[in-house]
């Protein structure tokens, strides 16, 4: 009878090892949240678009790929702490293994979890995502170091209104604020930048049961090294910042190839897009929109600089409020100096 119980525990803890792919890692700082930290919005069989509910720092999306036998993650957001509960909850959906990420981009908020993950446990990237994310490259960009310095203010900020609070209840959700930004700090000083372990530079297929992932680079855009993840029997595609419903962030993207390289998107025959900020959607005309934006803004910016404009200046002056309809956020004049700055770049390294 012992013997049955010892075994039926070996069983047990084999199970349990099995579960995560994360299980010979020491669990990291920060990971104390109040409630669930993730929404799994389920979006077909065994897919899941997965979105931070705000009670742990997260930044980007996530998507989980359920197959027969194991589980495959795109994206793993902010930190090792967020990665690390995003496993544990994924739990609650299933109880297989993940056994594949997939970084969709270098980006903090998208490949930062990478470390939380055992050896065995494939982490599958562009040759490019992998080179950034070697060595600590990526956390020399300029996006990255603009996160992450902004931190300690935003916790002082957040202390100082605690002080000045009266209003119980305004100040117990600022403590919670508080909270959530200390534990986002404490997992931001253990990171440690982990590269994909697999790469590709083209294209590349999984197969799990009938299920078939299509991995494909479809040309620059949000960076050198943007990877969707395409469905095709699901007629789903996660494109990372590629394509969202806002405006992506520029500071390492290449402004004037992003229009082609969504043309590409666009032959892949897909119904639904799990973008890697904000909601999922349907409609296909963002494309357009998003591509629209992207001749403006290169136009534009190109227009101040051949008149000798300084790019802080043309941060300030160049006006695409006309595509205020789609972008809600362009409410005046005025393109974030990140993108403007990149521009710039793109148009020195021109000549
Ligand atoms: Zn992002």
Known sequence: MARLTM??????????????????????????????????????????????????????????????????????????????????????ITNKPVRTVINTHFHYDHAHGNQIFDKDVSIIG????????????????????????????????????????????????????????????????????TPPNVTLRTNMTLYRGDREIQLRFLGRAHTAGDVVVFLPKERIVITGDMLTSALSNMSDAFVNEWVTTLEELKKLDFATVLPGHGEAFTDRAKIDYFQAYLRDVWTEVSRLKQQGVSAEEAAKRADLTKHKEHFPTINSPGVPLIAVTRIYELLNSKR
């Open 7 to 92: 075994a039926a525990a070996c069983i047990a803890l084999l199970i349990t090892v099995g579960v995560a792919g994360i299980q010979s890692q020491r669990q990291p700082a920060g990971t104390a949240h109040t409630g669930n930290a993730f929404r799994f919005n389920k979006v077909a069989d065994g897919v899941y678009h997965a979105i931070g509910t705000g009670t742990l720092t997260v930044v980007g999306n996530s998507s989980v790929i359920v197959n027969d036998d194991d589980v495959i993650v795109v994206d793993d957001h902010v930190s090792p702490a967020a990665a690390w509960v995003l496993i544990n909850e994924i739990k609650s």
């Open 126 to 193: 562009h040759e490019f995502t992998r080179e950034m994310l070697l060595g600590g490259k990526s956390l020399q960009m300029p996006l990255y170091k603009g996160y992450v310095t902004q931190l300690p203010g935003q916790i002082e900020n957040l202390k100082q209104r605690i002080a000045m609070e009266s209003d119980p209840s305004r100040k117990a959700m600022l403590q919670a604020q508080l909270q959530v930004a200390e534990n986002n700090a404490a997992s931001q000083a253990e990171l440690k930048p």
